[in-house]
Protein backbone atom coordinates (compact mmCIF):
# COMPACT_ATOMS: atom_id res chain seq x y z
CA UNK A 1 0.00 0.00 0.00
CA UNK A 2 1.18 3.62 -0.98
CA UNK A 3 1.74 5.97 1.82
CA UNK A 4 0.30 9.46 2.59
CA UNK A 5 2.27 11.81 1.81
CA UNK A 6 3.75 14.20 4.40
CA UNK A 7 2.75 17.85 4.96
CA UNK A 8 5.98 18.80 4.34
CA UNK A 9 6.55 16.64 0.75
CA UNK A 10 4.18 18.94 -0.50
CA UNK A 11 3.36 22.47 1.19
CA UNK A 12 6.29 24.97 0.15
CA UNK A 13 6.62 26.63 3.16
CA UNK A 14 9.82 27.95 4.38
CA UNK A 15 11.90 26.71 6.46
CA UNK A 16 12.58 29.61 8.93
CA UNK A 17 8.80 29.71 8.84
CA UNK A 18 8.47 25.65 9.91
CA UNK A 19 11.09 25.89 12.36
CA UNK A 20 9.22 29.30 14.19
CA UNK A 21 5.88 27.14 14.08
CA UNK A 22 7.90 24.43 15.99
CA UNK A 23 9.40 26.42 18.57
CA UNK A 24 6.27 28.33 19.48
CA UNK A 25 4.65 24.74 19.43
CA UNK A 26 6.93 23.54 22.02
CA UNK A 27 7.32 26.60 23.99
CA UNK A 28 3.29 26.40 24.52
CA UNK A 29 3.51 22.87 25.67
CA UNK A 30 6.19 23.96 27.78
CA UNK A 31 4.15 26.78 29.37
CA UNK A 32 1.56 24.53 29.54
CA UNK A 33 3.34 21.72 31.42
CA UNK A 34 4.45 24.78 33.81
CA UNK A 35 1.10 26.08 34.60
CA UNK A 36 -0.81 22.44 34.84
CA UNK A 37 2.66 22.19 37.50
CA UNK A 38 2.23 24.81 39.43
CA UNK A 39 -1.43 24.33 40.33
CA UNK A 40 -1.19 20.89 40.48
CA UNK A 41 1.43 21.38 43.33
CA UNK A 42 -0.07 23.99 45.07
CA UNK A 43 -3.59 21.64 45.31
CA UNK A 44 -0.98 18.91 46.26
CA UNK A 45 0.51 21.22 49.02
CA UNK A 46 -3.04 21.66 50.63
CA UNK A 47 -4.26 18.02 50.22
CA UNK A 48 -1.05 16.51 51.66
CA UNK A 49 0.33 19.61 53.64
CA UNK A 50 4.65 18.57 54.64
CA UNK A 51 4.69 17.01 51.24
CA UNK A 52 7.08 19.62 49.87
CA UNK A 53 9.37 19.24 52.33
CA UNK A 54 10.10 16.33 51.45
CA UNK A 55 11.35 17.18 47.95
CA UNK A 56 14.60 19.46 47.50
CA UNK A 57 14.27 23.11 45.65
CA UNK A 58 16.11 23.21 42.27
CA UNK A 59 18.60 26.12 42.24
CA UNK A 60 18.47 28.67 39.78
CA UNK A 61 21.76 27.18 37.86
CA UNK A 62 19.84 23.97 37.48
CA UNK A 63 16.73 25.56 36.25
CA UNK A 64 19.05 27.68 33.83
CA UNK A 65 20.87 24.56 32.46
CA UNK A 66 17.23 22.90 32.11
CA UNK A 67 16.75 25.65 30.27
CA UNK A 68 19.60 25.56 27.78
CA UNK A 69 19.40 21.25 27.02
CA UNK A 70 16.07 21.65 26.50
CA UNK A 71 16.56 24.24 23.60
CA UNK A 72 19.52 21.76 22.42
CA UNK A 73 16.54 19.20 22.60
CA UNK A 74 14.41 21.04 20.33
CA UNK A 75 17.12 22.27 17.69
CA UNK A 76 18.46 18.42 17.89
CA UNK A 77 15.37 17.43 16.77
CA UNK A 78 15.19 20.01 14.61
CA UNK A 79 18.16 19.38 12.69
CA UNK A 80 17.26 15.66 12.35
CA UNK A 81 14.31 16.42 10.38
CA UNK A 82 15.83 18.75 8.24
CA UNK A 83 18.05 16.25 7.48
CA UNK A 84 15.42 14.15 6.42
CA UNK A 85 16.24 11.35 9.11
CA UNK A 86 11.75 11.26 9.89
CA UNK A 87 9.40 13.43 8.30
CA UNK A 88 9.19 17.54 9.46
CA UNK A 89 5.52 16.85 10.26
CA UNK A 90 6.36 14.49 12.91
CA UNK A 91 7.60 17.57 14.69
CA UNK A 92 4.27 18.46 14.94
CA UNK A 93 2.44 15.31 16.15
CA UNK A 94 0.39 16.05 18.98
CA UNK A 95 -2.38 13.65 20.53
CA UNK A 96 -5.13 16.06 20.00
CA UNK A 97 -8.27 14.07 20.42
CA UNK A 98 -6.53 12.73 23.85
CA UNK A 99 -5.50 15.79 24.74
CA UNK A 100 -9.41 16.98 24.85
CA UNK A 101 -10.85 13.86 25.68
CA UNK A 102 -8.93 13.02 28.71
CA UNK A 103 -7.06 15.82 30.14
CA UNK A 104 -10.11 16.44 32.65
CA UNK A 105 -9.63 12.85 33.78
CA UNK A 106 -5.74 13.94 34.84
CA UNK A 107 -7.25 16.72 37.36
CA UNK A 108 -9.97 13.90 38.85
CA UNK A 109 -7.55 11.09 38.89
CA UNK A 110 -5.23 13.63 41.32
CA UNK A 111 -7.55 13.07 44.66
CA UNK A 112 -6.93 9.29 44.12
CA UNK A 113 -3.12 9.89 43.62
CA UNK A 114 -3.14 11.85 47.14
CA UNK A 115 -4.89 8.97 49.12
CA UNK A 116 -2.39 6.34 47.73
CA UNK A 117 0.50 8.75 48.98
CA UNK A 118 -0.96 9.75 51.84
CA UNK A 119 -1.51 6.04 53.10
CA UNK A 120 1.58 4.56 51.49
CA UNK A 121 0.00 2.33 48.69
CA UNK A 122 1.48 1.78 46.10
CA UNK A 123 0.22 -2.03 44.86
CA UNK A 124 -3.28 -0.78 45.20
CA UNK A 125 -5.42 -1.97 41.67
CA UNK A 126 -9.11 -2.44 41.25
CA UNK A 127 -9.85 -5.43 42.36
CA UNK A 128 -11.77 -6.16 38.95
CA UNK A 129 -8.24 -6.25 37.19
CA UNK A 130 -6.91 -9.65 36.24
CA UNK A 131 -3.14 -9.52 38.21
CA UNK A 132 -2.22 -13.30 37.40
CA UNK A 133 1.07 -14.07 35.21
CA UNK A 134 2.87 -10.47 35.89
CA UNK A 135 6.17 -10.57 37.74
CA UNK A 136 5.88 -8.89 41.15
CA UNK A 137 7.80 -6.17 40.56
CA UNK A 138 5.69 -4.87 37.54
CA UNK A 139 1.91 -4.81 40.36
CA UNK A 140 3.00 -1.61 41.33
CA UNK A 141 1.61 2.10 40.93
CA UNK A 142 4.57 3.41 39.16
CA UNK A 143 4.09 7.21 39.24
CA UNK A 144 1.53 6.94 41.59
CA UNK A 145 -1.01 5.82 38.61
CA UNK A 146 -4.15 4.67 39.24
CA UNK A 147 -4.03 0.59 38.26
CA UNK A 148 -0.27 1.09 37.57
CA UNK A 149 -0.36 -0.31 34.02
CA UNK A 150 -3.07 -2.72 34.32
CA UNK A 151 -5.96 -0.38 33.34
CA UNK A 152 -7.72 1.25 30.19
CA UNK A 153 -8.17 4.47 32.22
CA UNK A 154 -4.28 4.34 33.11
CA UNK A 155 -3.45 3.82 29.30
CA UNK A 156 -5.49 6.97 28.70
CA UNK A 157 -4.10 9.04 31.03
CA UNK A 158 -0.07 8.06 30.44
CA UNK A 159 0.41 10.32 27.65
CA UNK A 160 -0.71 13.46 29.16
CA UNK A 161 0.59 12.50 32.24
CA UNK A 162 4.05 12.07 30.72
CA UNK A 163 3.97 15.09 28.46
CA UNK A 164 3.36 17.39 31.17
CA UNK A 165 6.03 15.75 33.46
CA UNK A 166 8.66 16.51 30.52
CA UNK A 167 7.03 19.94 29.71
CA UNK A 168 6.16 18.72 26.55
CA UNK A 169 9.60 17.10 25.30
CA UNK A 170 8.96 13.24 25.89
CA UNK A 171 8.61 12.94 22.22
CA UNK A 172 11.66 15.00 21.42
CA UNK A 173 13.50 12.23 23.85
CA UNK A 174 12.01 9.55 22.40
CA UNK A 175 12.74 11.06 18.30
CA UNK A 176 16.52 10.55 19.48
CA UNK A 177 16.88 7.03 19.41
CA UNK A 178 15.40 7.52 15.75
CA UNK A 179 18.98 8.40 14.00
CA UNK A 180 20.76 5.64 15.53
CA UNK A 181 18.23 3.31 15.04
CA UNK A 182 17.98 4.56 11.10
CA UNK A 183 22.07 4.44 10.96
CA UNK A 184 22.23 0.89 12.63
CA UNK A 185 19.92 -0.93 10.07
CA UNK A 186 21.70 1.02 7.51
CA UNK A 187 24.26 -2.08 6.96
CA UNK A 188 21.13 -4.18 5.94
CA UNK A 189 19.89 -1.93 2.87
CA UNK A 190 18.12 -2.80 0.87
CA UNK A 191 16.49 -5.98 1.82
CA UNK A 192 13.08 -5.53 4.03
CA UNK A 193 13.78 -4.91 7.72
CA UNK A 194 12.00 -5.83 11.14
CA UNK A 195 12.22 -3.63 13.79
CA UNK A 196 10.88 -4.53 17.60
CA UNK A 197 10.45 -1.95 19.78
CA UNK A 198 10.23 -3.24 23.58
CA UNK A 199 7.93 -2.36 26.31
CA UNK A 200 6.29 -0.57 23.67
CA UNK A 201 3.34 1.24 25.80
CA UNK A 202 0.63 3.14 24.38
CA UNK A 203 2.77 2.80 20.79
CA UNK A 204 4.04 6.02 20.45
CA UNK A 205 7.62 5.59 19.61
CA UNK A 206 6.19 2.80 16.49
CA UNK A 207 4.39 5.59 15.59
CA UNK A 208 7.77 7.53 15.53
CA UNK A 209 9.70 4.35 13.17
CA UNK A 210 6.55 4.12 10.99
CA UNK A 211 7.20 7.57 9.57
CA UNK A 212 10.83 7.11 9.86
CA UNK A 213 10.87 3.91 8.20
CA UNK A 214 7.60 3.76 6.39
CA UNK A 215 8.55 0.21 5.00
CA UNK A 216 9.58 -2.06 7.78
CA UNK A 217 7.81 -4.39 9.34
CA UNK A 218 7.24 -2.85 12.77
CA UNK A 219 6.74 -5.56 15.78
CA UNK A 220 5.78 -4.34 19.47
CA UNK A 221 5.83 -6.04 22.77
CA UNK A 222 4.96 -5.11 26.35
CA UNK A 223 3.12 -6.56 29.45
CA UNK A 224 0.03 -4.49 29.33
CA UNK A 225 -2.99 -5.18 27.55
CA UNK A 226 -4.16 -1.99 28.05
CA UNK A 227 -1.63 -0.23 26.74
CA UNK A 228 -1.41 -1.91 23.40
CA UNK A 229 -4.83 -1.68 22.54
CA UNK A 230 -4.43 1.91 23.37
CA UNK A 231 -0.97 1.48 21.01
CA UNK A 232 -3.24 -0.52 18.82
CA UNK A 233 -5.67 2.55 18.19
CA UNK A 234 -2.62 4.99 17.95
CA UNK A 235 -1.02 2.96 15.13
CA UNK A 236 -4.15 2.18 13.07
CA UNK A 237 -4.46 5.95 12.18
CA UNK A 238 -1.12 5.72 10.31
CA UNK A 239 -1.09 4.23 6.57
CA UNK A 240 1.20 1.58 5.96
CA UNK A 241 1.14 -2.01 7.73
CA UNK A 242 -0.06 -1.99 11.09
CA UNK A 243 3.00 -3.45 13.13
CA UNK A 244 2.10 -6.40 14.95
CA UNK A 245 1.80 -6.36 19.27
CA UNK A 246 2.31 -8.49 21.36
CA UNK A 247 1.67 -9.25 25.23
CA UNK A 248 4.65 -10.34 26.86
CA UNK A 249 6.91 -9.91 29.50
CA UNK A 250 10.81 -8.39 27.80
CA UNK A 251 12.33 -10.93 29.79
CA UNK A 252 11.31 -13.72 27.39
CA UNK A 253 10.11 -12.20 24.19
CA UNK A 254 7.61 -14.55 22.04
CA UNK A 255 10.69 -14.02 18.62
CA UNK A 256 12.83 -16.49 17.20
CA UNK A 257 16.42 -16.32 17.76
CA UNK A 258 18.56 -13.53 15.22
CA UNK A 259 14.84 -12.39 13.92
CA UNK A 260 14.81 -8.84 13.93
CA UNK A 261 17.57 -5.87 12.11
CA UNK A 262 16.51 -3.55 15.14
CA UNK A 263 15.20 -3.01 18.58
CA UNK A 264 14.53 -0.29 20.67
CA UNK A 265 13.28 0.58 23.76
CA UNK A 266 12.02 3.37 25.68
CA UNK A 267 12.01 4.38 29.25
CA UNK A 268 11.46 0.81 30.43
CA UNK A 269 15.18 0.53 31.99
CA UNK A 270 14.56 2.38 34.91
CA UNK A 271 11.12 0.37 35.64
CA UNK A 272 12.98 -2.61 36.22
CA UNK A 273 14.93 -4.24 38.93
CA UNK A 274 18.80 -5.15 38.08
CA UNK A 275 18.27 -9.11 37.74
CA UNK A 276 15.60 -7.91 35.07
CA UNK A 277 17.43 -5.27 33.26
CA UNK A 278 20.09 -7.85 32.84
CA UNK A 279 17.33 -10.91 31.50
CA UNK A 280 15.76 -7.69 28.95
CA UNK A 281 18.97 -7.08 27.90
CA UNK A 282 20.48 -10.31 27.17
CA UNK A 283 16.91 -11.85 25.60
CA UNK A 284 17.48 -8.43 22.80
CA UNK A 285 20.37 -9.37 22.17
CA UNK A 286 18.88 -13.16 21.26
CA UNK A 287 16.75 -11.81 19.18
CA UNK A 288 18.39 -9.60 17.50
CA UNK A 289 20.19 -10.59 13.97
CA UNK A 290 23.93 -10.40 14.10
CA UNK A 291 25.54 -6.81 13.17
CA UNK A 292 21.72 -5.57 14.11
CA UNK A 293 21.41 -2.59 16.16
CA UNK A 294 20.08 -2.19 19.78
CA UNK A 295 19.13 1.39 20.86
CA UNK A 296 17.71 2.19 24.48
CA UNK A 297 16.75 5.67 25.94
CA UNK A 298 16.02 6.16 28.85
CA UNK A 299 16.47 8.47 32.39
CA UNK A 300 20.09 10.57 32.44
CA UNK A 301 21.93 8.54 35.38
CA UNK A 302 24.65 9.87 37.70
CA UNK A 303 27.36 9.31 36.39
CA UNK A 304 27.41 11.24 33.40
CA UNK A 305 25.03 13.89 34.95
CA UNK A 306 26.11 18.09 35.78
CA UNK A 307 26.41 18.26 39.43
CA UNK A 308 23.05 20.54 39.59
CA UNK A 309 20.99 17.50 38.42
CA UNK A 310 21.77 15.02 41.13
CA UNK A 311 18.91 16.49 43.12
CA UNK A 312 16.45 16.26 40.31
CA UNK A 313 17.44 11.98 40.50
CA UNK A 314 17.25 12.54 44.23
CA UNK A 315 13.60 13.92 44.20
CA UNK A 316 11.92 11.65 41.15
CA UNK A 317 11.61 8.69 42.98
CA UNK A 318 10.01 10.36 45.94
CA UNK A 319 7.48 12.84 43.91
CA UNK A 320 6.60 9.84 41.56
CA UNK A 321 6.88 5.79 42.98
CA UNK A 322 10.07 4.76 41.71
CA UNK A 323 11.28 1.77 43.38
CA UNK A 324 13.61 1.01 40.79
CA UNK A 325 15.13 4.50 39.74
CA UNK A 326 17.38 4.60 42.44
CA UNK A 327 19.61 1.50 41.29
CA UNK A 328 18.80 2.37 38.25
CA UNK A 329 20.30 5.61 38.15
CA UNK A 330 23.79 3.92 39.11
CA UNK A 331 23.67 1.11 36.95
CA UNK A 332 26.25 0.26 34.57
CA UNK A 333 24.47 -0.57 31.27
CA UNK A 334 27.35 -0.36 29.14
CA UNK A 335 28.59 -3.26 31.03
CA UNK A 336 25.71 -5.03 31.02
CA UNK A 337 25.60 -4.36 27.22
CA UNK A 338 29.49 -6.36 26.85
CA UNK A 339 28.00 -8.99 29.24
CA UNK A 340 25.44 -10.01 26.92
CA UNK A 341 27.57 -9.72 23.86
CA UNK A 342 27.04 -6.17 22.57
CA UNK A 343 29.76 -4.55 20.54
CA UNK A 344 30.80 -0.73 19.56
CA UNK A 345 29.04 0.37 22.38
CA UNK A 346 27.96 4.39 22.50
CA UNK A 347 26.01 6.14 24.79
CA UNK A 348 24.86 9.89 24.11
CA UNK A 349 22.80 12.21 26.59
CA UNK A 350 19.76 14.56 25.43
CA UNK A 351 17.86 17.15 28.03
CA UNK A 352 16.76 14.81 30.78
CA UNK A 353 17.64 11.17 28.97
CA UNK A 354 20.67 8.79 28.02
CA UNK A 355 20.91 6.73 24.93
CA UNK A 356 22.89 3.37 24.62
CA UNK A 357 23.39 2.53 20.98
CA UNK A 358 25.10 -1.37 20.68
CA UNK A 359 25.40 -3.43 17.98
CA UNK A 360 25.71 -7.41 17.93
CA UNK A 361 28.64 -8.90 16.35
CA UNK A 362 28.49 -9.74 12.81
C1 LIG B 1 7.42 4.09 31.45
S1 LIG B 1 6.49 3.09 30.35
C2 LIG B 1 7.28 3.39 28.78
C3 LIG B 1 6.36 3.09 27.63
C4 LIG B 1 6.83 3.56 26.26
N1 LIG B 1 8.02 2.92 25.84
C5 LIG B 1 6.98 5.06 26.22
O1 LIG B 1 7.91 5.54 25.60
O2 LIG B 1 6.12 5.76 26.76
C6 LIG B 1 7.05 1.49 30.74
C7 LIG B 1 6.37 0.43 29.90
O3 LIG B 1 7.06 -0.80 30.11
C8 LIG B 1 6.12 -1.84 30.20
N2 LIG B 1 6.81 -2.91 30.94
C9 LIG B 1 7.29 -2.86 32.21
N3 LIG B 1 7.91 -4.01 32.53
C10 LIG B 1 7.82 -4.80 31.42
C11 LIG B 1 8.28 -6.11 31.11
N4 LIG B 1 8.96 -6.84 31.99
N5 LIG B 1 8.02 -6.61 29.89
C12 LIG B 1 7.33 -5.89 28.98
N6 LIG B 1 6.87 -4.65 29.21
C13 LIG B 1 7.12 -4.11 30.42
C14 LIG B 1 4.94 -1.21 30.89
O4 LIG B 1 3.75 -1.96 30.68
C15 LIG B 1 4.92 0.16 30.25
O5 LIG B 1 4.13 0.17 29.08
Known sequence: MQSTPSLDQFIPIPQTVTKAAY????????????????????????FLPGRDK???????????????????????????????????????????????????????????????????????????????????????????????????????????????????????????????????????????????????????????????????SLFGVDLSPSYLRKANLLLSENPGEL????????????????YFHGVSNVFLFHELPAEARQRVIEECFRVIQPGGVFVICDSIQRSDSPEEFQVMMDNFPTIFHEPYYKHYVTDNLVERLEEAGFQDIKTENHFVSKYWVARKPA
Not at 151 to 170: H, K, P
Request: glycine share 4%; net charge negative.
Open 243 to 258: PQLAQANAEELPYLDN
Open 23 to 46: QAFQDGKSYFGVAHKTISDRLTEM
Open 54 to 216: QIKPLSLQTLALLQKLRNQLIETDWQDAENKIYPVSLLFENPWEDFFRYYPAVWLDMPKIWERVRNKEYQQFDPELDREGYPRYYLQNFHYQTDGYLSDWSANLYDLQVEILFNGTADLMRRRILKPLKEGLSNFAPQPMRVLDVACGTGRTLKMIRATLPKA
